[in-house]
């Protein structure tokens, strides 16, 4: 009665099973999650925890074992690679926590990648990611190929990538995990506000401080959720 | 794109590249110098003559004890009559007679073959006579001591000097020199063509070599395809000349310029191909080099994969960027190797003792090849890069 806002992300008995030698490991033993639009969720866990596995689940690089994966109303944990290959180009932008730009494209060129792939003419490209790129406030380094910028630049610049498609969703892993405490800050101020402009956004970190910016904040442990708290809860990894 | 990758390892694309501009260069030039030996044969054996037949005598045979061929004697002028009067489609019909000679003008002396001939030899040999005149019919008919000689001859014996109207000895009898013969070069046995004294026939079987016999007869057909019927028709006729009957071996051979001709072609084109083929193989080496560094920059972009295939290329995305790698190497290969081979098949024709040929085939040939030996050689590495998958792809250090 009180949940009119639509769910973007509807987990339901999510498994993924790995054959070690002739025995099933579980890394996610039946995840059960919905993430409303516009909701900022942390994930959180240790390492080892199936945290990974669950966010490449989500951002469509990986398939579940078992359950159902539906991403904006559309079941996608059965679809082929290249389907799963344009859902990620259209609905989901990823940051990276080593930023994995193309060393040897300008700035511009690594923001405009994704909008190769959606088949965007070359102008409107430019056009686009020259936008997203004044947004982080990088319009300056354009022209810069990535070893050219400092790591908070870099991280921007992946910003702005994940942007650039205007997708539903924004994936973050560890996306301040290499970065000093000013960069860190600065990038935690970008998400907040695409927060605030109501975009989904799921970040895994395992740093406390970091989670604690996030609406909504999830641990896992051993393939399952066993937390799901509110803003304002600190919450122990260890 | 595919130019931008190519241009970040510039060295390694170049040493990439040589393998393909070697294969395409070798296979062109190797093919022009085959050619060019073949034409030069053709032009060879076509200038001796087009739709020839020669007739020669026998071998002779004592008690089984052959010899040479040619070495009978029964190959009359009368029979070379026979066959011009009773054959059809002939045009000419030469019979001749040769032997060595010294020949004397003055206080200069020169060895050389003396020819009997009829005024036709002229004709069935294409021959032309740069100043005087040809043997005649006349001269044949009365046994004239009158000759013809080679520009080679001609040099040797009386410099700068006019030879027509001159008198010459051979065989210490005077000859009056008619004629002075355009210069014909090489044979393609490397003999001097030039290099030859022509006289009547009657008179070099009379007056000077005391036979009556000839060595050959040279006959023109008048229409290509009738060759095996005018020599089928010979050698019906010259059987009953020579009483042969039944089973019995002819005294005689009639050889066939254009069979000749057919397998010195037949032989060249087999060399051509056989180089081809050899150079073909390095071009092959080529593709596997392609190959080979395509395997590598695969391995050595897997992250770059990755990175392309979380923000959403598909596998065809990534199969064509990497094609279209391989494929450009291949063309820009192809068209330097087309310079290449067409520059040192130019030098080997020019410094070289080499005819060569450059025809579109084989350009076309070797440069299609080398694009779709890019292309072949690429699809392997390029189909490896657009299966990594993602996760593991992002994760490769």
Redesign the interface.
């Given at each position: 009665m009180s949940n009119i806002e639509k769910i973007t992300i509807s987990l339901r008995g999510i498994k993924k099973l790995y054959k070690v030698g002739d025995q099933e490991v579980a890394a996610l033993n039946g995840i059960d999650l919905d993430i409303k639009e516009g909701e900022f969720a942390a994930l959180m866990g240790p390492s080892g925890s199936g945290k990974s596995t669950l966010m490449n689940i989500l951002g469509c690089l990986d398939r579940p074992s078992v359950g159902s994966y539906k991403l904006d109303g559309q079941e996608v944990a059965h679809l082929s690679d290249d389907m799963l290959a344009r859902t990620r180009n259209q609905k989901i932008g990823f940051v990276f926590q080593n930023f994995n730009l193309l060393s040897r494209i300008s700035a511009l060129e690594n923001v405009a990648l994704p909008l190769v792939y959606a088949g965007v003419d070359s102008d409107e490209r430019e056009e686009r990611a020259m936008y997203f790129l004044e947004q982080v406030g990088l319009a300056d380094r354009a022209d810069h190929q990535p070893n050219e910028l400092s790591g908070g630049q870099r991280q921007r610049v992946a910003i702005a990538r994940a942007l650039v498609n205007d997708p539903q969703i924004i994936m973050a892993d560890e996306p301040t995990g290499n970065l000093d405490t000013k960069s860190t800050k600065e990038i935690m101020e970008i998400f907040q506000s695409m927060h605030e402009k109501g975009r989904t956004i799921i970040l895994v970190t395992h740093e406390p401080d970091i989670a604690v910016c996030a609406s909504r904040q999830l641990l896992v442990r051993d393939g399952v959720i066993t937390r799901d708290e509110g803003k304002g809860v600190v919450l122990d990894v260890v | 794109m595919a130019f931008?990758?190519l241009l970040?390892n510039k060295m390694r694309s170049l040493l990439t590249m040589l393998g393909i501009i070697i294969g395409v260069g070798a296979v062109i030039a190797m093919v022009s110098v085959g050619m060019g030996v073949k034409s030069d044969v053709v032009n060879s054996i076509s200038s001796l003559g087009s739709n020839m037949l020669i007739v020669s005598p026998g071998s002779t045979n004592r008690g089984g004890v052959r010899g040479a061929a040619g070495s009978r004697t029964n190959l009359k002028y009368d029979d070379a009559k026979a066959i011009k009067e009773k054959i059809k489609n002939i045009d000419f019909v030469s019979p001749s007679v040769s032997r060595s000679y010294q020949i004397v003008y003055g206080n200069q002396n020169w060895n050389s073959s003396v020819m009997g001939v009829t005024p036709e030899y002229m004709s069935i040999r294409s021959l032309e006579v740069s100043t005087g005149s040809f043997v005649s019919e006349s001269d044949n008919n009365k046994r004239n001591r009158v000759a013809v000689i080679g520009s080679t001859v001609a040099t040797n014996l009386f410099g700068t000097t006019n030879p027509v109207g001159q008198n010459i000895r051979v065989n210490n009898q005077p000859f009056k020199v008619i004629g002075v013969l355009e210069s014909k070069g090489q044979s393609s046995m490397g003999q001097d063509q030039d290099d030859v004294v022509i006289v009547p026939l009657t008179t070099a079987m009379e007056r000077l070599m005391a036979m009556d016999y000839v060595s050959s007869v040279n006959i023109q057909v008048s229409d290509a395809n009738k060759m095996d019927q005018v020599q089928e028709d010979i050698e019906v006729l010259l059987r009953q000349r020579h009483k042969i009957i039944g089973g019995k071996e002819d005294d005689f051979n009639v050889r066939n310029m254009t069979s000749l001709m057919e397998t010195m072609s037949q032989t060249t084109t087999m060399l051509t191909i056989l180089l081809g083929s050899i150079a073909g193989i390095s071009l092959v080496v080529g593709g596997i080099g392609i190959m080979n560094i395509m395997m590598v920059s695969v391995t050595e972009r897997t992250?770059?994969i990755?990175?392309?295939?979380?923000?959403?290329?598909?596998?065809?995305?990534i199969m064509m960027q990497f094609l279209i790698e391989s494929v450009v190497i291949g063309v820009i290969g192809g068209i330097i190797g087309i310079g290449m081979g067409c520059g040192l098949s130019m030098l080997v024709g020019k410094f070289g003792n080499f005819t060569t040929v450059i025809t579109p085939l084989p350009v076309l040939v070797s440069f299609s090849f080398s694009v779709g030996i890019g292309l072949f050689f690429g699809i392997y590495p390029a189909r490896k890069a657009a299966k990594l998958d993602?996760?593991e792809a992002?994760r490769y250090e």
């Open positions: - | 931008t990758a970040a992250r770059e990755g990175i392309r295939k979380a923000l959403g290329a598909t596998f065809q995305n993602p996760i992002l």
